[in-house]
């Protein structure tokens, strides 16, 4: 039905920078929100940023100043900038959005995660 795929992880330096892409594909009517969330070895998947339909965008306080979260809403495609990324950035980030079907079903779609890994 709905897919969303990012990319854009790997392996970085403290203080370096790196740029995930997530893209949707299927039958998808329109987006709501969409959201970075990361989950770090042994912790609890958490929020990183939101971007809403009504262009509101929302960071975690780890964040803030760093990430920039963006949308291409005409091609269902989700970023996030990260500058000056710290060691404990580290994690696996996936992609999730809140999706309405070409069938007017509401989905909650969740990507398969890209693997961020920074080092001192």
């Known amino acids: 039905q709905v897919q969303l795929v990012e990319s854009g992880g790997g392996l970085v330096q403290v203080g370096g920078s790196l740029r995930l892409s997530c893209a949707g594909s299927g039958s998808i009517f329109t987006i709501n929100d969409m959201d970075w969330y990361r989950q770090a070895p042994g912790k609890q998947r958490e929020l990183v940023a939101r971007?809403?339909?009504?262009?509101?965008?929302n960071y975690a306080e780890s964040v803030k100043g760093r990430f920039t979260i963006s949308r291409d809403s005409a091609k269902s495609t989700l970023y996030l900038q990260m500058n000056s990324l710290k060691p404990e950035d580290t994690a696996v980030y996936y992609c999730h959005a809140t999706v309405r079907t070409g069938t007017l079903e509401l989905l909650e779609v969740w990507g398969q995660g890209t693997l961020v890994t920074v080092s001192s």
């Open positions: 971007s809403t339909n009504g262009g509101s965008k």
